[in-house]
Nanobody, 122 residues
Framework: EVQLQASGGGSVQPGGSLRLSCAAS????????IAWFRQDPGKEREPISC????????YYKASVKGRFTISRDNAKITVNLQMNSLKPEDTAVYYC???????????????WGKGTLVTVSS
């Protein structure tokens, strides 16, 4: 079955950390760029980090740069998002996504995983 399975969401206090994982199956993972999106209620789903296949070049939305780190393990066919120094505004449903080529927005995505909720609150 072709799928992406996201996990690792939960509740954390401001300043805390969480690690999201995205496990892929059923497709040629090494050929795809992988991205993490997040979505607040009533807002558009936005990309916050992406890692390319091949050269592993990464992208971060400005608001998470320096706090979040994306990594991929092609042997384990997973992509992780380490989130540190979390803020209340990071609260959202997080989705992993795969695409052949550049992921600039939701329209570029070929495959979505189910979301995982991250709540940052004191």
């Amino acid at each position: 079955e072709v799928q992406l399975q996201a996990s690792g969401g939960g509740s954390v206090q401001p300043g805390g950390s969480l690690r999201l994982s995205c496990a892929a199956s059923g497709f040629a993972f090494n050929d795809y760029a992988i991205a993490w999106f997040r979505q607040d209620p009533g807002k558009e789903r936005e990309p916050i980090s992406c890692i390319r296949n091949g050269d592993g070049i990464t992208y971060y939305k400005a608001s998470v740069k320096g706090r979040f780190t994306i990594s991929r393990d092609n042997a384990k066919i997973t992509v992780n998002l380490q989130m540190n120094s979390l803020k209340p505004e990071d609260t959202a449903v997080y989705y992993c996504a795969a695409a052949i080529g550049v992921i600039a927005g939701p329209r570029d995505v070929d495959l979505w995983g189910k979301g995982t909720l991250v709540t940052v609150s004191s």
